[in-house]
């Protein structure tokens, strides 16, 4: 499948990770709708995208919101991509205090909520429509998750995103085996350190820090290096099934 004139769908695609990536598809001759809470960022996107963008506001977690945007990317076509960065991070909580008192448990679930159950929530709704196209290339469709490598090297106080993101890196295989039959293309991508709008508000020295930890190249992930990879995972007909590190190849330290 060729993203040229076909319809994509981009969660968190308002900022960061998703505005390069729904950049990329509009660059390529796609036209993507942009899911977002955000509806002053939603609205300033697709004023850079132009006429091949639109932006519905949703909560990845709300079924008719999510419902609702994804109508609004098959008025745009027949929708055969979705690339899902809307999350959260989640607050350094340790499993107990330094009283030796359990972490907050409506913390962590509200962490798992968003990441997790928002992504099986996207996962689900998209593939059913996705299901009903007509094979092309052997495919019918094609989605790209977003974990991260905290799914793999958890740093301390991390647990409840690094649950939430090995969830998502645990449920790609699983989803590509299960939409299989149904041409269904299921790939993850796990970025590492990279140079989002959340890190923007680091000062100037700690960014400098996190970039010397990268081992190559020694930098920060630039957005467009994620949308860059998301695209061929895309297009790729014979990439299903796999988690990506994005990274440099870092490794994270405990703390």
């Keep these: 499948m060729q993203i040229d004139g076909s319809s994509a769908f981009v969660t968190g695609g308002a900022s960061g990770l998703g505005l390069a990536t729904a950049r990329r ?16 960022q939603g609205a300033a996107a697709v004023q850079e995208l132009g006429g091949a963008a639109r932006f519905v506001r949703a909560d990845i977690t709300d079924e008719a919101e999510v ?3 994804l109508d609004a990317a098959q008025e745009q076509g027949t929708l055969r991509f979705v690339v899902h960065c809307a999350g959260r991070g989640g607050d350094r909580t340790r499993i107990l ?14 962490v798992v909520r968003v990441n997790l159950v928002g992504t099986y929530n996207v996962l689900r709704l998209a593939a059913a429509r996705m299901a009903a196209n007509d094979v092309v290339d052997g495919d019918r469709g094609a989605v790209v998750l977003t974990a991260s490598v905290a799914a793999f090297d958890g740093q301390i106080g991390q647990t409840s995103y690094t649950a939430a993101k090995a969830g998502v890196h645990g449920l790609t295989l699983v989803a590509a085996r299960d939409l299989a039959g149904r041409q269904i293309r299921v790939n993850t991508i796990a970025p590492g350190i990279m140079d989002t709008p959340m890190l923007g508000r680091l000062r100037a020295d700690i960014r400098e820090g996190l970039a010397a930890t990268v081992p190559h190249p020694k930098r920060l992930g630039d957005p467009d290096d994620y949308a860059r990879l998301a695209v061929e995972m895309l297009e790729n007909p014979y990439l299903n099934g796999q988690t990506i590190r994005l990274d440099g190849g870092i490794r994270m330290a405990p703390r």
């Design 25 to 40: 598809i509009v660059g390529r001759g796609g036209r993507v709708v942009i899911a977002d809470i955000s509806e002053e």
């Design 67 to 69: 419902a609702k945007a």
């Design 97 to 110: 205090d330094r009283e030796g008192n359990p972490g907050d448990l409506g913390t962590f679930a509200e």
